[in-house]
């Protein structure tokens, strides 16, 4: 059932040609039968034809000049302005105010990258943390034909101001350090030696070559980091324990 | 540059001239095509140019109104203070007084119909210069026909067949 109410509103749409097949015919019908509505529809209409036969209007003759002079005044204004704010209008002007949905949806997937970016380097901070050996004091060592990583080179310091290169540098500085740990511990090791019997000698000298060889094999990066952290684990159970057998296990 | 100018000025002035009054008017056209003219570098093509022309002429105009004074603006519920001008016999030129109605009008409902009744552009158009939906656009334009037809008092249609036949 239609009512004035619910036609009324459907008037400006249907006089606009905007309401067709069914919805139209409705509109139709019911003001075949209302009058009140009828007049409604007739003064829309009027009104709608009076505005699209409103006069144009002229603008003055002056209107040119002034539009001249105030591009001329902008000119000027634009080059007393410092370079800064000159850059920073034309940045606004690439990347408009408000914001649109896919530029909001850009900024917030580059916020989700840096957060977890973050949280990926905080915990490798935290992985990377010498364990209690690598505090230890150092003894020293007699001499003793276990080779040591001291011959090889070190991890070069980036620069502190160039992010970019820190990043890049990061994998070989950790390796750097786990080599001095691994280098302090052989040295620990080899004091303690001198006290076991032949059999842990033998089984800790097979397990080193073996540790050893995977460091030697592993591609540089996290696969070399993770069997140096092999040898470590091993090297701080032999020392500390000073257990070789027991160490034997511990090497994984 | 010319040329633009001249191929756009009567419709900016018109559309500036109903949305702001005649005393403005032309200051505000004149910012409009001070914009268009330092804009048109950076203007990314993104819509016609007329429709960014446009844009520009109904913002710089309700930015205008707005800086002139908030007092002068009347919102959508200050509508039903207005009172409606009294139909008189004498004043039986309704353009003038259309005009004057639309004048009373709140800035938004007045540049959708300057927009979509004066100028003729298509709902489509009017929501990319006014920057809203087609239905935002239909019901704003529905509201502003029914509060001129308010202002102007009944028999809007026989009003305009007695204009139309005096002034035969």
Redesign the interface.
């Known amino acids: 059932m239609t009512t004035c109410e619910t036609i009324q ?1 459907r ?3 249907y006089l606009d040609g ?1 309401l067709d097949g069914e919805r139209g015919s409705v509109v139709r019908g019911h003001l075949r039968e209302c009058a009140a509505c009828r ?2 529809a ?19 003759v ?3 000049a ?2 001249q002079s ?2 001329a005044a ?1 000119e000027v204004a634009d080059a007393r302005q410092p370079r800064w704010r000159r850059q920073v209008a034309r940045w606004a ?2 990347a408009p105010w408000p914001p649109t949905m896919p530029q909001y949806a850009a900024g917030a997937a580059l916020a989700a990258a840096a957060v977890v970016m973050l949280y990926w380097r905080t915990q490798r901070v935290d992985e990377l943390a010498p364990g209690p050996v690598a505090v230890a004091p150092i003894r020293t060592a007699p001499p003793h034909p276990i080779r040591t990583e001291a011959e090889q080179p070190a991890a070069v310091a980036p620069a502190a101001d160039d992010v970019t290169a820190d990043l890049l540098a990061e994998p070989a500085r950790t390796t750097g350090s786990y080599r001095q740990v691994i280098e302090e511990l052989m040295k620990l090791a080899s004091d303690a030696r001198t006290a076991w019997g032949d059999e842990q000698k033998v089984v800790f000298d097979a397990k080193l070559a073996v540790l050893r060889n995977g460091i030697d094999h592993a591609i540089q990066g996290r696969a070399q980091q993770r069997a140096q952290r092999a040898l470590i684990r091993y090297l701080q159970l032999a020392v500390i324990r000073d257990d070789v057998m027991l160490a034997g296990g511990g090497a994984r | 540059m010319e040329m633009l100018y001249h191929q756009y000025k009567r419709r900016v002035f018109g559309m500036a001239h109903r949305i702001v009054g005649q005393s403005d008017a032309e200051e505000v056209a004149q910012e409009v095509f001070v914009r268009v003219f330092r804009g048109l570098a950076a203007f990314r093509g993104d819509s016609a140019l007329s429709t960014w022309i446009y844009r520009l002429t109904v913002n710089a105009a309700l930015s205008h109104l707005a800086r002139r004074g908030r007092r002068q603006e009347v919102g959508d519920d200050g509508l039903t203070e207005l009172p409606a001008p009294p139909v008189t016999e004498r004043d039986s030129a309704l353009a003038s007084r259309i005009e004057t109605a639309l004048a009373l009008l709140p800035p938004g409902y007045r540049a959708i119909l300057v927009l979509h009744d004066v100028e003729g552009l298509s709902h489509e158009e009017c929501a990319a210069i006014l920057e809203c939906r087609i239905g935002t656009c239909k019901s704003q334009l529905h509201k502003a026909r029914a509060r001129m037809r308010e202002l102007l008092g009944p028999n809007i249609a026989a009003q305009a067949i007695h204009t139309t036949g005096s002034s035969e």
């Open positions: 509103p008037l400006t749409a905007d007049q409604v007739r003064d829309e209409a009027a009104l709608r034809d009076a505005l699209r036969l409103a006069p144009p209007v002229d603008p003055p002056s209107m040119w002034g539009v105030k591009l902008a002007r690439w």
